[in-house]
Protein backbone atom coordinates (compact mmCIF):
# COMPACT_ATOMS: atom_id res chain seq x y z
CA UNK A 1 0.00 0.00 0.00
CA UNK A 2 1.20 2.98 -0.75
CA UNK A 3 1.79 5.85 2.31
CA UNK A 4 3.66 9.22 2.91
CA UNK A 5 4.56 10.11 6.19
CA UNK A 6 5.46 13.86 7.42
CA UNK A 7 7.18 13.19 10.99
CA UNK A 8 6.93 16.89 12.04
CA UNK A 9 3.46 18.51 12.88
CA UNK A 10 5.33 22.04 13.06
CA UNK A 11 8.70 23.49 11.63
CA UNK A 12 9.55 26.95 13.09
CA UNK A 13 12.10 28.99 11.42
CA UNK A 14 13.61 32.31 11.61
CA UNK A 15 12.85 35.30 8.85
CA UNK A 16 16.18 34.43 6.49
CA UNK A 17 17.24 31.18 7.58
CA UNK A 18 17.06 27.94 5.62
CA UNK A 19 14.14 25.68 5.95
CA UNK A 20 13.55 21.90 5.79
CA UNK A 21 10.18 20.40 5.93
CA UNK A 22 10.40 16.29 5.61
CA UNK A 23 8.60 13.73 3.70
CA UNK A 24 8.82 9.96 3.31
CA UNK A 25 7.11 7.82 1.17
CA UNK A 26 6.44 4.46 1.11
CA UNK A 27 5.05 2.84 -2.75
CA UNK A 28 6.13 0.27 -4.85
CA UNK A 29 8.63 1.16 -8.25
CA UNK A 30 9.34 4.45 -8.91
CA UNK A 31 6.77 7.49 -6.96
CA UNK A 32 5.45 10.76 -8.14
CA UNK A 33 5.95 13.01 -5.45
CA UNK A 34 4.22 16.11 -5.12
CA UNK A 35 4.53 18.79 -2.85
CA UNK A 36 1.34 21.25 -1.96
CA UNK A 37 0.67 24.85 0.03
CA UNK A 38 -2.27 25.43 1.68
CA UNK A 39 -2.77 29.16 2.60
CA UNK A 40 -5.42 29.32 5.89
CA UNK A 41 -9.38 29.12 3.93
CA UNK A 42 -7.74 28.07 0.83
CA UNK A 43 -7.23 25.25 -1.79
CA UNK A 44 -4.25 23.64 -1.98
CA UNK A 45 -1.27 25.36 -4.91
CA UNK A 46 1.48 22.98 -6.41
CA UNK A 47 4.96 23.90 -5.50
CA UNK A 48 6.52 21.46 -7.17
CA UNK A 49 6.83 17.61 -8.41
CA UNK A 50 9.45 14.63 -8.80
CA UNK A 51 8.50 12.43 -12.11
CA UNK A 52 12.40 11.11 -13.03
CA UNK A 53 15.49 12.64 -13.64
CA UNK A 54 17.47 15.12 -11.58
CA UNK A 55 17.01 14.77 -7.59
CA UNK A 56 16.98 17.73 -7.01
CA UNK A 57 13.70 19.82 -8.51
CA UNK A 58 13.26 23.40 -8.60
CA UNK A 59 9.74 24.53 -7.95
CA UNK A 60 7.60 27.69 -7.18
CA UNK A 61 8.24 30.77 -4.69
CA UNK A 62 12.07 29.36 -4.58
CA UNK A 63 11.22 26.18 -3.29
CA UNK A 64 13.74 23.09 -4.64
CA UNK A 65 13.30 19.20 -2.77
CA UNK A 66 15.40 16.43 -3.18
CA UNK A 67 14.63 13.11 -3.97
CA UNK A 68 16.59 10.18 -1.87
CA UNK A 69 15.48 7.05 -3.41
CA UNK A 70 17.36 4.92 -0.44
CA UNK A 71 15.93 7.04 2.17
CA UNK A 72 12.26 7.38 0.44
CA UNK A 73 12.36 10.94 1.25
CA UNK A 74 11.56 14.05 -0.69
CA UNK A 75 11.93 16.74 1.73
CA UNK A 76 11.09 20.36 1.00
CA UNK A 77 13.66 22.87 1.18
CA UNK A 78 14.25 26.92 0.83
CA UNK A 79 17.34 28.75 1.09
CA UNK A 80 15.82 31.73 3.20
CA UNK A 81 12.48 31.67 4.48
CA UNK A 82 9.71 34.44 4.45
CA UNK A 83 7.12 35.52 6.29
CA UNK A 84 5.14 34.80 4.07
CA UNK A 85 5.76 31.34 3.47
CA UNK A 86 4.29 30.80 7.06
CA UNK A 87 1.31 27.77 6.04
CA UNK A 88 0.76 24.48 5.83
CA UNK A 89 2.60 22.00 3.65
CA UNK A 90 1.36 18.62 2.01
CA UNK A 91 3.80 15.98 0.62
CA UNK A 92 1.57 13.46 -1.91
CA UNK A 93 2.52 10.19 -3.87
CA UNK A 94 0.83 8.33 -6.57
CA UNK A 95 2.51 5.18 -7.78
CA UNK A 96 3.12 5.25 -11.24
CA UNK A 97 0.51 4.08 -14.07
CA UNK A 98 -1.94 4.20 -11.83
CA UNK A 99 -4.80 5.19 -13.65
CA UNK A 100 -8.07 6.62 -12.12
CA UNK A 101 -6.12 7.16 -8.69
CA UNK A 102 -6.16 10.17 -6.87
CA UNK A 103 -3.11 11.65 -5.01
CA UNK A 104 -2.50 10.01 -1.14
CA UNK A 105 -1.56 13.15 0.85
CA UNK A 106 0.66 13.20 3.77
CA UNK A 107 -1.08 14.20 7.20
CA UNK A 108 0.71 17.94 6.71
CA UNK A 109 3.39 20.15 8.79
CA UNK A 110 2.43 23.75 9.72
CA UNK A 111 5.39 26.23 8.80
CA UNK A 112 5.68 28.73 11.06
CA UNK A 113 8.18 31.81 10.45
CA UNK A 114 8.78 34.32 12.44
CA UNK A 115 10.01 37.69 11.72
CA UNK B 1 -7.25 30.03 -18.23
CA UNK B 2 -5.46 28.10 -15.23
CA UNK B 3 -8.27 28.45 -12.87
CA UNK B 4 -10.45 26.26 -11.16
CA UNK B 5 -13.44 27.94 -9.61
CA UNK B 6 -15.92 26.59 -6.95
CA UNK B 7 -19.17 28.07 -5.92
CA UNK B 8 -20.46 29.51 -3.45
CA UNK B 9 -17.15 30.23 -1.25
CA UNK B 10 -19.33 29.54 1.69
CA UNK B 11 -22.75 27.75 2.42
CA UNK B 12 -24.66 26.68 5.24
CA UNK B 13 -27.38 24.20 5.28
CA UNK B 14 -30.00 22.59 7.68
CA UNK B 15 -30.05 18.96 8.16
CA UNK B 16 -33.14 18.66 6.23
CA UNK B 17 -31.94 21.10 3.27
CA UNK B 18 -30.82 20.41 -0.97
CA UNK B 19 -28.13 22.16 -1.80
CA UNK B 20 -25.03 22.10 -4.39
CA UNK B 21 -21.54 22.77 -5.01
CA UNK B 22 -20.36 23.45 -8.38
CA UNK B 23 -16.41 23.06 -9.98
CA UNK B 24 -15.42 24.93 -13.46
CA UNK B 25 -12.28 24.52 -15.21
CA UNK B 26 -11.47 25.31 -18.71
CA UNK B 27 -8.23 23.89 -18.85
CA UNK B 28 -9.29 21.07 -20.81
CA UNK B 29 -8.27 18.38 -18.47
CA UNK B 30 -10.52 15.45 -18.91
CA UNK B 31 -9.95 14.31 -15.07
CA UNK B 32 -11.76 15.83 -12.03
CA UNK B 33 -11.89 15.12 -8.02
CA UNK B 34 -13.87 16.04 -5.36
CA UNK B 35 -12.25 15.68 -2.00
CA UNK B 36 -13.32 16.83 2.11
CA UNK B 37 -11.18 18.43 4.10
CA UNK B 38 -11.62 18.59 8.02
CA UNK B 39 -9.12 21.63 9.16
CA UNK B 40 -5.51 20.99 9.44
CA UNK B 41 -5.65 17.86 8.13
CA UNK B 42 -5.17 16.69 4.75
CA UNK B 43 -8.26 15.98 2.21
CA UNK B 44 -9.50 13.24 1.75
CA UNK B 45 -10.68 11.81 -1.77
CA UNK B 46 -14.85 11.22 -2.26
CA UNK B 47 -15.30 11.25 -6.05
CA UNK B 48 -12.72 11.18 -9.46
CA UNK B 49 -14.15 12.14 -12.79
CA UNK B 50 -12.41 10.42 -15.96
CA UNK B 51 -13.84 11.43 -19.78
CA UNK B 52 -17.15 12.47 -17.87
CA UNK B 53 -17.65 9.43 -16.35
CA UNK B 54 -17.00 8.70 -12.24
CA UNK B 55 -14.78 6.00 -11.56
CA UNK B 56 -13.75 6.09 -8.44
CA UNK B 57 -16.29 6.81 -5.66
CA UNK B 58 -14.73 6.50 -2.07
CA UNK B 59 -17.25 4.66 0.04
CA UNK B 60 -19.16 8.47 0.16
CA UNK B 61 -22.66 7.97 1.63
CA UNK B 62 -25.29 8.65 -0.45
CA UNK B 63 -26.32 11.92 0.83
CA UNK B 64 -23.71 12.94 -1.52
CA UNK B 65 -24.16 13.01 -4.63
CA UNK B 66 -21.82 13.77 -7.93
CA UNK B 67 -22.59 14.87 -11.21
CA UNK B 68 -20.68 15.69 -14.10
CA UNK B 69 -22.49 17.44 -17.02
CA UNK B 70 -19.71 18.05 -19.11
CA UNK B 71 -15.68 18.25 -19.32
CA UNK B 72 -15.99 21.57 -17.99
CA UNK B 73 -18.30 21.15 -15.01
CA UNK B 74 -18.69 19.27 -11.55
CA UNK B 75 -21.35 19.22 -9.26
CA UNK B 76 -21.93 17.87 -5.77
CA UNK B 77 -25.29 17.71 -4.92
CA UNK B 78 -26.28 17.61 -0.98
CA UNK B 79 -28.94 16.18 0.59
CA UNK B 80 -29.65 15.62 4.11
CA UNK B 81 -26.35 16.07 5.37
CA UNK B 82 -24.92 15.68 9.40
CA UNK B 83 -23.01 17.94 11.26
CA UNK B 84 -19.97 15.74 10.62
CA UNK B 85 -19.97 16.85 7.09
CA UNK B 86 -19.13 20.25 7.90
CA UNK B 87 -15.96 20.82 5.97
CA UNK B 88 -14.27 22.37 2.94
CA UNK B 89 -15.01 20.77 -0.02
CA UNK B 90 -12.42 20.97 -2.65
CA UNK B 91 -12.66 20.19 -6.43
CA UNK B 92 -9.43 19.53 -8.42
CA UNK B 93 -8.46 18.78 -12.27
CA UNK B 94 -5.68 17.14 -13.50
CA UNK B 95 -5.07 16.06 -17.53
CA UNK B 96 -5.56 12.59 -17.33
CA UNK B 97 -5.52 10.13 -14.72
CA UNK B 98 -4.02 7.51 -16.73
CA UNK B 99 0.49 7.71 -16.14
CA UNK B 100 -0.60 9.39 -12.62
CA UNK B 101 2.28 12.32 -13.13
CA UNK B 102 0.52 15.31 -13.73
CA UNK B 103 -0.34 17.37 -11.21
CA UNK B 104 -3.60 18.53 -9.47
CA UNK B 105 -5.03 22.02 -10.05
CA UNK B 106 -7.25 22.84 -6.46
CA UNK B 107 -9.80 25.32 -6.52
CA UNK B 108 -10.32 27.56 -3.75
CA UNK B 109 -12.76 25.32 -2.04
CA UNK B 110 -16.93 25.78 -0.28
CA UNK B 111 -16.67 26.08 3.21
CA UNK B 112 -19.90 24.11 4.36
CA UNK B 113 -21.65 24.36 7.26
CA UNK B 114 -23.96 21.75 8.25
CA UNK B 115 -26.51 23.28 11.47
Known amino acids: AQSVAQPEDQVNVAEGNPLTVKCTYS??????LFWYVQYPNRGLQFLLK??????LVKGSYGFEAEFNKSQTSFHLKKPSALVSDSALYFC?????????????FGKGTTLSVSS | DTEVTQTPKHLVMGMTNKKSLKCEQHMGHRAMYWYKQKAKKPPELMFVYSYEKLSINESVPSRFSPECPNSSLLNLHLHALQPEDSALYLCASSPETSGGYNEQFFGPGTRLTVL
Open chain 1, 92 to 104: AVRAPYQAGTALI
Open chain 1, 27 to 32: VSGNPY
Open chain 1, 50 to 55: YITGDN
